[in-house]
Nanobody
């Protein structure tokens, strides 16, 4: 059973930084862990993902260069470092796990429906 618990959200001014954490349990080496976000009235949006075992990472184009996903396998934690935050980044941020085995390590999915386990979310609010 996979469990994911997010933390680190809060209120920050535009241009500021936050680091979100996703404490995970029950992950297997080939799982993909992703971050999604959902703003009021909008669909859930892929932000970034990483394989639990390998170093491949993927990002939403609009946040490349500002956000970085990383993992600490010893601590069973995935992080999302968010810099140069903008008011448009305001959303509830969710951690999720995709349990599908992809033989090709370059394969990844940005579809929320493909992720099997979700955390409860953490609110990020960026003021202008």
């Amino acid at each position: 059973q996979v469990q994911l618990v997010e933390s680190g959200g809060g209120l920050v001014q535009a241009g500021g930084s936050l680091r979100l954490s996703c404490a995970a349990s029950g992950l297997t080496f080939y799982y993909t862990v992703g971050w999604f976000r959902q703003a009021p009235g909008k669909e859930r949006e892929f932000v970034a993902s990483t394989r639990w075992s390998a170093g491949k990472t993927y990002y939403l184009d609009s946040i490349k260069g500002r956000f970085t996903i990383s993992r600490d396998n010893a601590k069973n934690t995935v992080y999302l470092q968010m810099n140069s935050l903008k008011p448009d980044d305001t959303a509830v941020y969710y951690c999720a796990a995709d349990t599908t085995y992809y033989a090709d390590l370059s394969t990844y999915t940005s579809r929320a429906d493909d992720y099997d386990y979700w955390g409860q979310g953490t609110q990020v609010t960026v003021s202008s």
